[in-house]
């Protein structure tokens, strides 16, 4: 990718992160956050990472912002919420976004970093380098996480469903249309 | 570097074309091949001085779907609703039809072609990984409907809308699932490849193409697919009878003619895609880069740049057929219920595709992928 492209592209990313931030409308915020996670993953794609690139596409951009945007929709979130708000989210938040920029900070100014960077395999980010750490490196901590994913799954089903016996509690407690209008 | 740049751009701009032809071939079907299908008339009013009446021609209604409807469209008063986010209204039509069209860019139309002493693969972006690219642009679809319903202030709008977007994503599964299938089928990413390896014969005779070797792939992608496009029998999102128009009810003029343009070029995309994936894409039967070998042994010479255009022409065909295929299953079936659509997505092709998937691999693992 030529530089001023990477440039043009970095600095469209920074502008959407902004506007999730800045924006007053849930759907509007959740928008830009979709652009951001589609430019990024052009960065991605740019840097030679193009399954990573793919993926986040498809699964971030492409699925789980849509359940975002369904989250948004049915709690019904007022288009502009009152100026203000909670102090402790912004102070946490200030403390966690400070630690990740010194630590950054500390990663690109060691002056070996590029080097490390730069040292990469032939087929660095191809799917079957990817598919080889996947599914014969790591095989054990994938298969783990998901059967982890799984339990998540089966817990929400289970949460979302009604109690089965709340059908005959109802009943127990009311008395049935029909007794009630022979008595 | 230029004459590669003009040759690819070419290659871009014919295949967007293509595409956009079909959409109005499916549109062309839409109005007059319901007709047939009905035993209506049909569009049969508009004509140009009344040429072909005088000339003792039936009127085909080409004028009608194909001129005085889109130019009737476009000049249409652009309306944006009382409360509407106008931003997201006016953005929401091109967020749609955007992922349809640079899909068209990976689909392989033909083998090769040699221009000024280089080979060329026919195909506009020769990507490894272009099943991924084809997911992901799919992905990213779904947001231009669900905005438009959003953005319009409008209940049925936003109940189009959320049907729309949970629709799409729950047939995703479904069609992730069947490509998922043939891509372990035929171990690589790349549609090119895809449709190399479904070139030659079984026997001398049969075609080697997917949909011998995964029939049950072929029913998923093409149920997920329409399913997709949001058509009927699955035009749940737009149903009239229930929600005027859907995602799409408070759009007039250019920007309506944009989501009704999105959902015939997706189709004409799911054909191409089946085509690719399942009906030899560009492979001719017996034809091979030196001539046709026949079966009992007859051989016809044919040039090089004759097999490359007949690949061509046997990718259009196939694509046209395929595409008057989901024409015909648009005018035969009614609409499903809401359920019933969500009990078949999820009750009926992903466990069928999940089975699939495991059959394919317990077959790859046991023989090899189709190589």
Known sequence: MPAWLFIFFGALAIVAAFGVIVQRNPVHCLLSLVLTLLVIAVLFIAEGAVVVGFLQAIIYAGAIMVIFLFVVWLLNIPGTPAPGGQLAPKFIGAIAASALGSMLF?????????????????????????????????????????????????????????????????????????????? | MTIDFVVYAIFAVAMLLVGLHLALFLLYFERKGSALIHDRVGANRAAIFGLGNRLGMPNLGIVNTLLADPIKMFTKEDFVPDGADKFLHALAPFIALFPVLVTFAVIPFGDTIDIAGRTYQLQAANLNVAVLYVLATIGVGVYGVALGGWASNNRWSLLGGIRASAQMISYEIALGLAIISMVMTYGTLDLQEVVRMQGGTWLGVIPRWGILIQPLAFVLLLTAGVAESKRVPFDLPESESELILGYFTEYSGGKQATFMLTDLAEQALVAMLLVTFFLGGWQLPYLYRGGFVLPGGFQIAVG????????????????????????????????????????????????????????????????????
């Not at chain 1, 901590?141 to 469903?161: D, H, I, N």
């Open chain 1, 106 to 183: 500390a990663f690109f100014s060691e002056p070996e970093a590029a080097v490390r960077a730069g040292a990469m395999a032939a087929d660095y980010g191809s799917i079957s380098s990817l598919a080889r750490v996947l599914f014969a490196d790591y095989l054990i901590a994938f298969e783990v996480t998901s059967v982890l994913l799984l339990a998540a799954m089966v817990g929400a089903v289970a949460l979302a469903r009604p109690p089965k016996n709340l059908d005959a509690k109802r009943d127990a407690e009311e008395p049935r249309r029909d007794e009630a209008a022979a008595g």
């Open chain 2, 304 to 371: 090089g740049l004759a097999v490359s255009i007949l690949g061509i022409i046997a990718f259009l065909v196939k694509t046209v057929a395929v595409c008057g295929f989901l024409g015909l299953v648009r005018w035969t079936l009614p609409r499903f219920r809401y359920d019933q659509l969500m009990r078949l997505g999820w009750k009926g092709l992903v466990p069928l595709g999940l089975l699939n998937v495991v059959v394919t691999a317990y077959l790859v693992v046991a023989f090899g992928s189709a190589k």
